[in-house]
């Protein structure tokens, strides 16, 4: 069955440093690797995808993320964090059926304090 | 363009009350689909659609009924409300480039559900 797994409920980092919110999946085949955010009491934005290619994804917002096929992570990274990175961070995999559903994690809440 | 909109933001049912939840979107998006997100569980499928006139059943389809009338409306029904559905409820719609999926979903701001 497919599965995505987000280790941490919660990443506390301080402004500036870098972060990273971790994710792992479990799928058959070529994995479709999604990060979305959300903020408070907001629906959920895209931040970036792996489709296929170069392993360094980047997005929305100077946010990237790494595909590692050996480990079967798309760990979600900054290079400096901003407070207003503070949300709410889900981690998806698509569905192998041709119906665009998105299997997603549990979520993690990313806190950036000044 | 507005994206994806849903009606209403808040509702407060008493157990066994009915209510449609409305999900509109102005990008002529075929896939659209029904989430419901509680806390610690992420966000779970409870019925998608591929296209105008067709729906089907996701993770948590119990308890809820859906219809796609037209291609831009997606609707959330609930017969009987039972305090087991509050939550908060997703919309999303996503595109797809010669009868393949493999995009993002675009999410409505939610609507938040007491069934008390």
């Known amino acids: 069955a497919q599965s995505v797994a987000q280790p941490e409920d919660q990443v506390n980092v301080a402004e500036g440093n870098p972060l990273t919110v971790k994710c792992t999946y479990s799928?058959?085949?070529?994995?479709?690797l999604f990060w979305y955010v959300q903020y408070p009491n907001r629906g959920l934005q895209f931040l970036l995808k792996y489709i296929t290619g170069d392993n360094l994804v980047k997005g929305s917002y100077g946010f990237e993320a790494e595909f590692n096929k050996s480990q079967t992570s798309f760990h979600l990274k900054k290079p400096s964090a901003l407070v207003s990175d503070s949300a709410l961070y889900f981690c998806a995999v698509r569905d192998k059926s041709n119906t665009g559903k998105l299997i997603f994690g549990q979520g993690t809440t990313l806190q950036v304090k000044p | 363009n507005a994206g994806v909109t849903q009606t209403p933001k808040f509702r407060v049912l008493k157990t066994g009350q009915s209510m449609t939840l409305l999900c509109a979107q102005d990008m002529n998006h075929e896939y659209m689909y029904w989430y419901r997100q509680d806390p610690g569980m992420g966000l779970r499928l409870i019925h998608y659609?591929?296209?105008?006139?067709?729906?089907a059943k996701g993770e948590v389809p119990d308890g809820y009924n859906v219809s796609r009338l037209k291609k831009q409306n997606f609707l959330l029904g609930l017969e009987s409300a039972a305090p087991s559905q509050t939550s908060v409820y997703f919309c999303?719609?996503?595109?797809?480039?010669?009868?393949?999926?493999?995009?993002?979903?675009?999410f409505g701001p939610g609507t938040r559900l007491t069934v008390l």
């Open positions: 799928v058959s085949g070529n994995p479709y």
């Open positions: 999303a719609s996503s595109y797809s480039r010669q009868g393949v999926s493999y995009n993002e979903q675009f």
């Open positions: 659609s591929v296209g105008e006139g067709t729906t």
